[in-house]
């Protein structure tokens, strides 16, 4: 690819970033102050994902579809609350994290989707290999994840049931990633949670449900990985995405014969 066009894509990916901004300040520009921070944290978010989330696939699908939408809807009841534009202007700064955070800028690959250099394969037994890169990661957004559900927790009702909603969802989540052990019991024990989830949801406890996800999503995180000993940074079992070992295939001889009566003239 020449260095023209990729210039022309870098410069395409710019107008996609400016687009959202031009947005925010468009339609929220009667609160530009409010609109702007929530966009901008909106756009940190979506640009870590993409360029610091993404080394571990497990903390990269956590922190994607699911906990987006709990930090949506959490915005939501804040603006509710509160009167300020927090969704919008959030969505739209993550739209433009996104792109900033999946695409080069500089160099002569400016305008390409990004790609790390040494990016982590399958050991020999299947499993995705460790490390304090992963586990820094995962722990991270564990963190975040239990602080936004604790934050929810105090916002708005900081009652019992509220914080059992957390602690069980935590639990829940370790739970999920610890205790199947075959494919029916994994399928069954990752339907159950969703289901729960919007069972609250449509019995009205939306902050119930937001604080129960939240949990949910950070158990994920903290018991789906080990945390001490030589194998600090791994994936656990059962759900480690764990493949089938690679074997090498022997070739078949082409000229079996051949390979035969070259033996027999080698032992004479």
């Given at each position: 690819?020449?260095?023209?066009?990729?210039?022309?894509?870098?410069?395409?990916?710019?107008?996609?970033?400016?687009?959202?901004?031009?947005?925010?300040?468009?339609?929220?520009?009667?609160?530009?102050?409010?609109?702007?921070?929530?966009?901008?944290?909106?756009?940190?978010?979506?640009?870590?994902?993409?360029?610091?989330?993404?080394?571990?696939?497990?903390?990269?699908?956590?922190?994607?579809?699911?906990?987006?939408?709990l930090i949506?809807?959490?915005?939501?009841?804040?603006?509710?609350?509160?009167?300020?534009?927090?969704?919008?202007?959030?969505?739209?700064?993550?739209?433009?994290?996104?792109?900033?955070?999946?695409?080069?800028?500089?160099?002569?690959?400016?305008?390409?989707?990004?790609?790390?250099?040494?990016?982590?394969?399958?050991?020999?037994?299947?499993?995705?290999?460790?490390?304090?890169?992963?586990?820094?990661?995962?722990?991270?957004?564990?963190?975040?994840?239990?602080?936004?559900?604790?934050?929810?927790?105090?916002?708005?009702?900081?009652?019992?049931?509220?914080?059992?909603?957390?602690?069980?969802?935590?639990?829940?989540?370790?739970?999920?990633?610890r205790?199947?052990?075959?494919?029916?019991?994994?399928?069954?024990a990752?339907?159950?949670?969703?289901?729960?989830?919007?069972?609250?949801?449509?019995?009205?406890?939306?902050?119930?449900?937001?604080?129960?996800?939240?949990?949910?999503?950070?158990?994920?995180?903290?018991?789906?990985?080990?945390?001490?000993?030589?194998?600090?940074?791994?994936?656990?079992p059962p759900?480690?995405?764990?493949?089938?070992?690679?074997?090498?295939?022997?070739?078949?001889?082409p000229?079996?014969?051949?390979?035969?009566?070259?033996?027999?003239?080698?032992?004479?």
């Open positions: 690819m020449s260095a023209t066009k990729w210039n022309v894509e870098r410069n395409l990916r710019a107008g996609m970033v400016l687009l959202p901004a031009g947005m925010c300040v468009l339609y929220f520009g009667q609160a530009l102050a409010e609109a702007l921070a929530f966009f901008l944290l909106g756009a940190i978010y979506g640009a870590l994902l993409y360029r610091v989330v993404n080394l571990s696939q497990r903390a990269f699908m956590v922190m994607g579809a699911p906990a987006f939408l949506l809807g959490s915005l939501i009841l804040l603006q509710q609350d509160v009167g300020i534009p927090a969704a919008g202007p959030w969505i739209l700064g993550f739209i433009a994290g996104g792109i900033m955070g999946g695409y080069v800028w500089l160099g002569p690959r400016a305008g390409a989707e990004f790609r790390r250099k040494n990016p982590r394969r399958r050991n020999a037994e299947g499993s995705y290999p460790g490390g304090w890169q992963p586990a820094a990661v995962n722990a991270v957004s564990a963190l975040l994840l239990l602080g936004l559900g604790t934050a929810l927790f105090l916002l708005a009702s900081p009652t019992i049931g509220v914080g059992a909603c957390l602690v069980g969802g935590v639990l829940a989540g370790c739970a999920l990633m205790w199947p052990k075959t494919p029916e019991q994994r399928f069954l990752s339907l159950a949670l969703p289901v729960l989830f919007l069972v609250l949801l449509l019995a009205g406890q939306t902050v119930f449900g937001l604080v129960f996800g939240f949990g949910v999503s950070a158990g994920v995180l903290i018991g789906g990985r080990f945390w001490t000993g030589p194998r600090f940074g791994e994936p656990r759900m480690s995405g764990q493949g089938p070992r690679r074997q090498k295939k022997r070739r078949p001889n000229r079996p014969e051949a390979a035969k009566k070259a033996g027999k003239t080698a032992a004479r």
